[in-house]
């Protein structure tokens, strides 16, 4: 059998039509980026700390002691070779594959200080926070508030004559909770607090809080901090909850990049206030650049798994049992993941560039594209997280029963991706940023303004649709199912939900009576982005014939997917499709279905993800998957060590042999019959 599946996915493999070293770099960015990622998943791969093998079978104390040498070894690591940012996120998010301790202070607490410090303050701090002398968290979520920043209860009140802030937590909801890395492992944090001067609130601002001791780690004086226990996953990562109670910190430790406080308390606000959303929307880009990344990881493993499956009834299939992936269910239930997983790398990519382009016109003291890069970032953050987290458990699931194994290797990562969907802004709160943005946009053209240079790829189809009534009305593409068709199909839809609401809204509508048209407006237009990312890089990304083809087949099913399988009535409610345009799509979406099949392996190749990444028996390269089942068993603590030189279980004395020896009493009926008499009186 083990043979027979080997066999099967090598013939997928010799099958294949595309350039699949090409294809490569178009997921990963580039050759020059996929080399780096490659030349990280070497290092992380020949060291011994970060092998996943048994980490199934850790408990929690036992998972949290892994992360912190996985965390020391980094920080060696990362000096020995002078690692930057984006390649420790590499390294740790990606190839480690679990937030370890050290994440927070890579992900968070250092763009965090270095973004809102002075100068003067990271001269002082710099140093020691890059090479992890000072280990860091970022604490803004309290146990009463999360997304509300205004809301926050903490503060940090000036005491003039002492030159200090007091930082206090004066309710119990204003604990910061579910703070990465802050439960046992940081020395400081960036915490956010109300800051308050002779009894008047500046709203939050971050503040460098010292929380443990350099020389023997004890917490300080006036906190309490505690790890919060079991979580859905990231069982390595010590989340915290900790009180203030009058903890004073220099005035100078409060970050004085954006706004300042001099000694006698005069406040010297942000010159631009929302120039702050710039190292806000960082984290976000990072998190929709990634997740095209855990998206292919698990439909990788149920491709492959579904190529070397055999079931079903032999009547209708030649040669044995037919593969799961010819079942045309199957491939309707896969095949669009693996769309999607190649849409998020463009828009990733996309994103990335874009808010580049924003920090670089920010330090020209150009904030135009400020607003837009934090509405979309917010946008594709809830929309690619949510799609991701709900797809990979649908591809779990396309698994069946060998699916439920931990060690299908989807299980464990998924469970920690899941925290994506929360952290970083609630995603359907979040649909209410973009839509904000939206409206603000939807106001410019109704006063017959133009859109702005730096604005004309994301939102430019918008002033044109909706210019004029007649505009969006005569918009009607001749060719369906090209590349053009689509994209128009998109910015239509698009367009017209503005429309609906911007009209609602300038008509008095409430903001909390149009809440759930907003998550529909945010979802169409990042969808619009998606579609056109993914179509725009194939247009001028050089792929050799049949490889172009086959991903130009992708784009297009990504597309008729999302129309046809997602969100059909808001494409068909006003007219725009007729029943016979619909099914010359589903036509066409059957036969894009067809013609991805036989690529399938070598797209979930073109990946690259190796197998000690994947972690997984089911969906190892070679396909042997039951054979590595098999063997992964063998390593479960209740074969190994609980059981005795016989090979029977701990236990068997105390609570099996009892039962088996007739020791627990005899079944009556005729007790059963009483009892129910009983309950009759």
């Known amino acids: 059998m083990s043979n027979q599946q080997a066999l099967d996915i090598e013939r997928e493999r010799s099958g294949s039509t595309i350039n699949q070293q090409q294809v490569k770099e178009l997921f990963h960015g580039g050759a020059e980026s996929l080399s780096k990622r490659e030349w990280i998943a070497s290092l992380v791969a020949k060291e011994p700390v970060f092998s996943k093998t048994g980490q199934e079978f850790l408990s929690r104390a036992e998972r949290f ?12 690591l990362r000096n020995q070779y002078g690692l930057d940012q984006e390649e420790s996120m590499l390294f740790l998010k990606l190839f480690v594959d679990d937030f370890v301790p050290a994440c927070l202070h890579i992900d968070m607490f250092l763009p965090v200080l270095r973004n809102q410090s002075s100068k003067e303050q990271w001269a002082r701090w710099g140093s020691e926070a890059e090479s992890m002398r000072m280990l860091g968290c970022y604490a803004q979520t309290e146990l009463g508030h999360g997304s509300n920043l205004s809301g926050l209860e903490t503060t940090a009140t000036l005491d003039k004559a002492a030159d200090e802030w007091v930082i206090n937590s004066p309710t119990a909801s204003a604990a910061k909770y579910w703070i990465g890395a802050l439960g046992k492992t940081c020395t400081h944090a960036a915490v956010v607090a109300q800051l308050i001067i002779d009894g008047k609130s500046y709203g939050a601002h971050p503040f460098l809080v010292p929380i443990r001791s350099l020389d023997d780690h004890t917490l300080l004086p006036g906190i309490r901090a505690l790890d919060i226990g079991p979580k859905v996953g990231a069982g390595q990562m010590d989340n915290g909850w900790a009180m203030f109670d009058q903890v004073r910190i220099p005035r100078t430790n409060m970050l004085m990049g954006y706004s300042q406080v001099d000694q006698d308390g005069t406040y010297h606000k942000p010159l631009n206030d929302r120039l702050r959303y710039g190292t806000m929307t960082y984290v976000r880009v990072h998190i929709v650049e990634f997740a095209s990344l855990a998206l292919s990881r698990a439909i990788t493993i149920a491709v492959r798994y579904s190529v070397v499956r055999r079931q079903g009834s032999t009547r209708m ?21 693996l769309a999607q997983a190649y849409a998020f790398s463009i828009t990733g990519h996309w994103m990335g560039r874009h808010y580049h382009t924003l920090m670089d016109m920010l330090q020209n003291g150009d904030d135009s594209l400020l607003a837009d890069v934090h509405a979309y970032s917010s946008a594709l953050k809830s929309y690619t997280t949510k799609v991701v987290a709900d797809g990979s458990e649908d591809a779990r699931k396309s698994m069946g029963g060998h699916g439920y194994s931990m060690f299908n290797g989807i299980s ?14 609630e995603n359907v709160l979040l649909t209410q940023q973009a839509a904000s943005y939206l409206l603000k946009i939807y106001r410019a053209i109704k006063a017959g303004k133009q859109v702005l240079p730096a604005q004309e790829y994301t939102v430019g189809y918008l002033y044109r649709l909706l210019a004029s009534p007649a505009a969006l009305a005569e918009d009607r593409p001749k060719d369906i199912l090209s590349p053009n068709g689509l ?20 008509d008095g509508a409430g903001w909390e009576t149009q809440l759930i048209a907003f998550a529909q407006l945010a979802r169409a237009h990042v969808q619009v982005l998606v579609v056109r ?3 725009g890089e194939l247009a001028h990304h050089r792929l050799d014939g049949s490889t172009a083809q086959a991903m130009l087949d992708l784009a297009k099913l990504h597309a008729l997917h999302l129309v046809l399988y997602t969100d059909l009535g808001e494409f068909v409610e006003d007219g725009f499709l007729a029943t016979a345009q619909l099914d010359k799509m589903r036509a066409e979406y059957l036969r894009l279905l067809q013609s991805i099949r036989g690529n399938a392996v070598a797209l979930v190749d073109a990946f690259g993800w190796p197998d000690w990444y994947l972690n ?48 627990c009493g005899e079944f009556s009926m005729r007790m059963q019959e009483a009892r129910h008499a009983k309950a009759k009186m």
């Open 487 to 506: 994209v128009a199909m998109f910015e239509h839809r698009a367009a017209r939900l503005l429309r609906a609401v911007g009209d609602a809204h300038l």
């Open 317 to 337: 299939y030649q040669g044995g049992e037919p593969q799961v992936l010819d079942y045309q269910t199957q491939q309707h239930r896969l095949l669009p993941l």
């Open 616 to 663: 997984s028996a089911l969906g190892a390269s070679d396909g042997r998957a039951y054979d590595r089942l098999v063997e992964a068993i063998q390593s479960e603590p209740l074969n190994t060590t609980e059981v005795d030189s016989r090979g029977v279980i701990r236990g068997y004395d105390e609570f099996i042999r009892p039962l088996i020896r007739g020791e």
């Open 65 to 76: 002691h892994r992360g912190l040498a996985k965390g020391k070894r980094f920080a060696e």
């Open 533 to 535: 990312n993914f179509f």
């Open 412 to 425: 464990e990562p998924l469970g920690t991706y899941q925290a994506t969907n929360t952290f970083e802004g």
